[in-house]
């Protein structure tokens, strides 16, 4: 997809002035939207007050900075890895965890010198998240895309979503193939790496669930501030004029280098965090257009694998745009688990969260997977 901004050179020239004067006016205050604690060797980017508890705000180091004392703090002179440092892109698209990195690998968050995690990663021979509590001799798969909340961010891989929900399974292999940062672009390019789909055979039924946030939403469209806190780096859809599907179009920071510096240069500005400036607006449309790659992967998931597998949309708890992509779902007879209005996530309750962070816990697994297995056995997804 290109980016939904269709604005000649002459319409960037009033947001350029404005960013320069505003770029200008905090350089010379020394304020930015992240700033550092002051101490050299310490590698946490602190976040204004303000910002600690909003949600999707509560940020981490790990994809703006790496540091230079890992090495020094490691007693068993093994290299911690920060979480960005896993994955590489391939040439369409795919990102895919390196080869160096097949097997066990540490995955670590220092804050104030505090070890918050330090969590062995293991990835199986075709570059997946391995899950837990597998069943022996079953035919019959529950695939999960979405995106480090899906993953596993911080937790062990008995501790992850999707290894919560194969503990609850006796029927169904659930296979992880969600990465730290991914969306509904990944998923879609993932149908064309045959590698991800190894041991996923066509005949034996089963479901694709995808994990739709907000910030799913914001990936797909490429939203500034997105793309500039962390995503320069990521992948992104354009729309092929003939089939009308969205397919791989590049990555931003090296296929749409004018709106990354752009978005670079707002994602630093306090004053357009503070009155909540963002580029593009996410109104009907591009939720539509958001949606209809959703269909799209659906297309292709009962393509493969036949009309009678199930798709199944999750809807994330407390996000109002979720609520606004409803109708969309149901003109394009996608089939959605509306947790919208759940209350399970409760940002007060810190037993649900990883400290400094917004992942959730083994514990908000543990409760969402429960509620999960149980609406797809009440729906009739699942065979008892």
Same mark, same amino acid.
């Given at each position: 997809?290109?980016?939904?901004?269709?604005?000649?050179?002459?319409?960037?020239?009033?947001?350029?002035?404005?960013?320069?004067?505003?770029?200008?006016?905090?350089?010379?205050?020394?304020?930015?939207?992240?700033?550092?604690?002051?101490?050299?060797?310490?590698?946490?980017? @602190?976040?204004?007050?303000?910002?600690?508890?909003?949600?999707?705000?509560?940020?981490?180091?790990?994809?703006?900075?790496?540091?230079?004392?890992?090495?020094?703090?490691?007693?068993?002179?093994?290299?911690?890895?920060?979480?960005?440092?896993?994955? @590489?892109?391939? *040439?369409?698209?795919?990102?895919?965890?390196?080869?160096?990195?097949?097997?066990?690998?540490?995955?670590?968050?220092?804050?104030?010198?505090?070890?918050?995690?330090?969590?062995?990663?293991?990835?199986?021979?075709?570059?997946?998240?391995?899950?837990?509590?597998?069943?022996?001799?079953?035919?019959?798969?529950?695939?999960?895309?979405?995106?480090?909340?899906?993953?596993?961010?911080?937790?062990?891989?008995?501790?992850?979503?999707?290894?919560?929900?194969?503990?609850?399974?006796?029927?169904?292999?659930?296979?992880?193939?969600?990465?730290?940062?991914?969306?509904?672009?990944?998923?879609?390019?993932?149908?064309?790496?045959?590698? *991800?789909?190894?041991?996923?055979?066509?005949?034996?039924?089963?479901?694709?669930?995808?994990?739709?946030?907000?910030?799913?939403?914001?990936?797909?469209?490429?939203?500034?501030?997105?793309?500039?806190?962390?995503?320069?780096?990521? *992948?992104?859809?354009?729309?092929?004029?003939?089939?009308?599907?969205? @397919?791989?179009?590049?990555?931003?920071?090296?296929?749409?280098?004018?709106?990354?510096?752009?978005?670079?240069?707002?994602?630093?500005?306090?004053?357009?965090?503070?009155?909540?400036?963002?580029?593009?607006?996410?109104?009907?449309?591009?939720?539509?257009?958001?949606?209809?790659?959703?269909?799209?992967?659906?297309?292709?998931?009962?393509?493969?694998?036949?009309?009678?597998?199930?798709?199944?949309?999750?809807?994330?708890?407390? @996000?109002?745009?979720?609520?606004?992509?409803?109708?969309?779902?149901?003109?394009?007879?996608?089939?959605?688990?509306?947790?919208?209005?759940?209350?399970?996530?409760?940002? *007060?309750?810190?037993?649900?969260?990883?400290?400094?962070?917004?992942?959730?816990?083994?514990?908000?697994?543990?409760?969402?997977?429960?509620?999960?297995?149980?609406?797809?056995?009440?729906?009739?997804?699942?065979?008892?």
């Amino acid at each position: 997809m290109k980016i939904p901004l269709k604005l000649s050179i002459l319409s960037f020239i009033p947001l350029l002035l404005l960013i320069f004067i505003l770029t200008i006016l905090e350089m010379s205050a020394r304020v930015g939207w992240f700033k550092w604690n002051g101490n050299t060797d310490n590698i946490e980017v @602190e976040h204004q007050e303000n910002q600690l508890h909003k949600k999707y705000q509560l940020l981490t180091d790990w994809s703006w900075r790496k540091s230079s004392n890992y090495e020094q703090q490691d007693t068993e002179k093994e290299k911690l890895l920060v979480e960005s440092d896993f994955y @590489e892109a391939l *040439a369409n698209g795919y990102f895919v965890v390196k080869k160096d990195f097949i097997g066990r690998h540490k995955s670590t968050r220092i804050v104030n010198r505090e070890v918050v995690f330090d969590r062995i990663y293991e990835f199986d021979d075709n570059r997946r998240r391995k899950t837990s509590f597998h069943p022996a001799n079953v035919d019959r798969h529950l695939i999960v895309f979405g995106c480090s909340n899906v993953f596993g961010y911080g937790l062990d891989e008995i501790d992850t979503l999707p290894s919560q929900i194969q503990k609850r399974l006796k029927r169904d292999y659930v296979f992880n193939l969600a990465r730290s940062g991914g969306s509904i672009v990944d998923a879609i390019v993932t149908f064309d790496e045959t590698k *991800a789909w190894q041991q996923i055979r066509p005949s034996a039924g089963g479901v694709l669930f995808f994990f739709s946030y907000q910030l799913h939403m914001e990936r797909f469209v490429g939203r500034m501030r997105n793309i500039g806190s962390w995503n320069k780096d990521g *992948a992104f859809l354009r729309k092929n004029k003939e089939s009308g599907e969205y @397919e791989y179009g590049g990555i931003f920071s090296k296929n749409q280098k004018i709106w990354t510096i752009l978005s670079l240069m707002i994602s630093q500005s306090a004053f357009l965090e503070e009155i909540s400036f963002d580029w593009p607006p996410l109104d009907e449309n591009l939720l539509e257009d958001y949606v209809r790659a959703i269909h799209q992967l659906q297309s292709k998931y009962k393509a493969r694998y036949g009309s009678k597998n199930y798709f199944v949309v999750y809807l994330n708890p407390g @996000e109002s745009l979720n609520r606004l992509i409803i109708p969309f779902l149901e003109k394009y007879k996608i089939f959605y688990l509306n947790y919208a209005d759940f209350r399970l996530q409760d940002y *007060a309750n810190s037993d649900l969260f990883l400290k400094y962070d917004g992942h959730p816990s083994p514990e908000y697994n543990r409760l969402l997977s429960e509620q999960l297995v149980f609406d797809l056995h009440r729906n009739g997804f699942l065979t008892p």
